[in-house]
């Protein structure tokens, strides 16, 4: 169980005139990046952008990306950073970016990340980027990554063995079967975890030194973690 400080664990509410700019949520799979995105969506209403979404919808839309990007999924492997920094670049046009967004997910490598701050730079008037990180056990997001399952008809998400169903393997609102992500086994998700420390860490280590970094506890309870957020963001943006 990772430690929270004592700001973390004292979190409240952040002002709401706060303008959010762009945020990015680091952390292994399982940490919770998306779950903490929503909560910062609901709070400032920015954007969520995650670039495991857009991936996913460009295969199930059929395009040329989707296709490349799914074999490399399917192994834990990331995507090249030419594809998904250009995706990214398309997202950022769209106008509802203007006060600020998450990014969930990215960027994932050093070479993402320096992408991204030039990309900003070349935007004036953009507040720099912060990044949080969300850190949990290695065990805990073993058991959040293969206990998941997937409501296919309304999306929500439950763990057999954190949050299970009342039947099941059966959504409690559909009565949908519920699915597992194709990459949430127990191989792929070593496969990702070496991903992760090889290549991501270096990211969080590169906004540390530029004093942008803040790190929470994403073991405690979900609002709790939300306020943590929150706080950090207010910290860094002070
Ligand atoms: P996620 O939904 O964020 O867990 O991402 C699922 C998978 O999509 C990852 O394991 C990678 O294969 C790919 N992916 C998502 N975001 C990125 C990224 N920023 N760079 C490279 N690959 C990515």
Aim: aromatic share 6%.
């Amino acid at each position: 169980m990772v430690v929270a400080s004592q700001s973390e664990a004292s979190a409240g509410t952040v002002s709401g005139h706060l303008t959010p700019g762009p945020i990015l949520l680091l952390g292994a799979p399982g940490a919770g990046k998306g779950t903490q995105a929503k909560a910062l969506v609901k709070e400032w209403g920015i954007p969520q952008i995650s670039t495991g979404d857009l991936l996913r919808s460009n295969f199930e839309r059929g395009t040329e990306l989707g296709r490349q990007a799914k074999v490399l999924m399917d192994r834990g492997e990331l995507v090249s950073d030419d594809l998904v920094n250009q995706m990214v670049t398309d997202r950022l046009k769209e106008p509802d970016t203007a006060r600020g967004y998450i990014l969930d997910g990215f960027p994932r490598t050093l070479g993402q990340a320096n992408w991204l701050d030039g990309h900003l730079t070349a935007h004036t008037g953009a507040l720099p980027v912060i990044a949080i990180s969300i850190r949990v056990s290695y065990n805990q997001l073993l058991r959040r990554i293969t206990g998941r399952r997937i409501c296919p008809v309304c999306q929500t998400i439950y763990n057999v063995y954190l949050q299970p169903p009342k039947v099941d393997e059966v959504c409690d609102k559909e009565g949908a079967h519920l699915v597992r992500r194709s990459d949430d086994s127990k191989e792929v998700f070593d496969e990702r975890m070496r991903a992760y420390e090889s290549l991501t860490a270096p990211v969080i280590e590169h906004y540390r030194k530029l004093g942008r970094f803040e790190a929470v506890d994403g073991e405690l309870e979900v609002d709790a973690v939300s306020a943590g957020v929150m706080t950090a963001i207010a910290r860094l943006r002070g």
